[in-house]
């Protein structure tokens, strides 16, 4: 027997369905046999990463096909290139086309001259998934970095998309972001409460907690 998993793409307002890129997955099985039962672990990740790259590409490219024209005149945008952008999402990495445009002649004075615009990166700033920075803090925290990276390796499709350095790098960004925060919410208390003490011991916590991982 065989199990063909096919994606198929459905705009929100019509119930129209339109073919997407086709079979996604095949899934082969002896007949009448329960020996393999149900989806392996590597047949899960290579299904998962298959259809996040379908789901990601397709969100992308109908999202810059509403970024075509000015959105102060309406005038059509003029197409200069196209750049790959790599996403890092939980089931895997994605690779997307992201065009750059000549921004609109209503913008341009003699102080801003024509200047090229890449809409996908001005609105995706951060090329990874909140949720895989999520699991990667949530796991570092558990287990030493090279452990942390290789568990979620065996459950998810990450083989390219995480590493043991990029593990240390999204670890420490998040501490310095965690930092700020501190910093933020400690400005806004009673001066009486924000005394110097509390900023060296919120500080201290957060380093610790990464140094430890290290
Ligand atoms: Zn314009």
Request: net charge positive; glycine share 4%.
């Amino acid at each position: 027997m065989r199990l063909i998993i096919e994606a198929r793409l459905a705009d929100e307002d019509s119930d129209s369905v339109n073919d997407g890129d086709g079979v996604l997955a095949v899934v082969e099985r002896r007949d009448r046999s329960l020996a393999e039962l149900g989806l392996t672990l590597v047949e899960g990740r290579l299904l998962l990463a298959k259809v996040q790259a379908e789901l990601v590409s397709k969100q992308v490219e109908w999202w810059l096909s509403g970024q075509t024209h000015c959105q102060r005149c309406g005038a059509a945008m003029r197409h200069k290139d196209s750049r790959s952008t790599v996403l890092r999402t939980v089931y895997g990495k994605v690779t997307v086309k992201s065009p750059r445009v000549w921004s609109c002649v209503c913008e341009r004075t003699v102080q801003t001259p024509q200047r090229v615009v890449h809409p996908l990166s001005k609105t995706l700033t951060r090329r990874v998934t909140p949720e895989l920075e999520y699991l990667q803090a949530k796991w570092a925290a558990h287990l030493p970095y090279r452990q942390a990276t290789a568990m979620l390796k065996e459950v998810l499709p990450l083989d390219k998309g995480i590493s043991l350095s990029g593990l240390r790098d999204t670890i420490h960004t998040l501490a310095k972001r965690l930092d700020a925060d501190i910093e933020r919410d400690i400005a806004k208390l009673p001066q009486a409460v924000a005394d110097v003490q509390v900023r060296t011991r919120s500080w201290r916590w957060a380093r610790q907690s990464t140094r430890r991982r290290r």
